[in-house]
């Protein structure tokens, strides 16, 4: 038992240096209803997947993929947030992305206002779509 704790405390490490040393990132929040859909959307675009405290908090993502002050600090040159409105806190955890994409229904949310490009979409639809359109192209 003791010997998968600590198994289970490496991986979390490796994942935490993962998303600390990730140069895209695609972070899910609240807007993401199936997370299934946003993990096949992560792996087509073959980034590195992050999540806001909300979506860590409903047991959608682990503790280690927690972005903002409470979770990691970010310093991708891509940062893509799906579905998060931009809580003070996750505008912390990304103040140094290079480039920040925003994909949300609200047009008025924090995030969308902090990105360098938004998109005023439903996170679902739009992630689905980008997926048929890479599988076409593959």
């Known amino acids: 038992e003791r010997e998968r704790e600590r198994e289970r405390e ?4 490796k994942e935490k240096e993962r998303l600390a040393e990730a140069e895209f990132i695609v972070s899910a929040g609240n807007g993401v209803a199936n997370m299934e859909t946003f993990h096949r959307f992560a792996k087509a675009l073959d980034a590195t997947v992050g999540g806001s405290r909300v979506v860590v908090d409903d047991g959608k993502l682990p503790r ?13 040159s891509v940062y893509l ?6 809580a003070v806190q996750h505008l912390q955890g990304i103040k140094e992305c290079n ?3 925003a994909v949300n229904l609200d047009e008025t949310c924090d ?9 005023i ?3 679902e639809t ?8 890479m599988e076409v192209s593959a």
């Open 99 to 101: 480039y920040v994409i």
């Open 111 to 119: 995030l969308v206002k902090r990105a360098d490009l938004a998109v």
């Open 10 to 13: 490496k991986e979390k490490e």
């Open 121 to 123: 979409a439903d996170a």
């Open 126 to 133: 739009w992630m689905q779509s980008v997926i048929d359109r």
């Open 81 to 86: 947030g799906i579905g998060i409105s931009g």
């Open 64 to 76: 280690s993929c927690q972005i903002g002050a409470t979770g990691q600090l970010v310093k991708a």
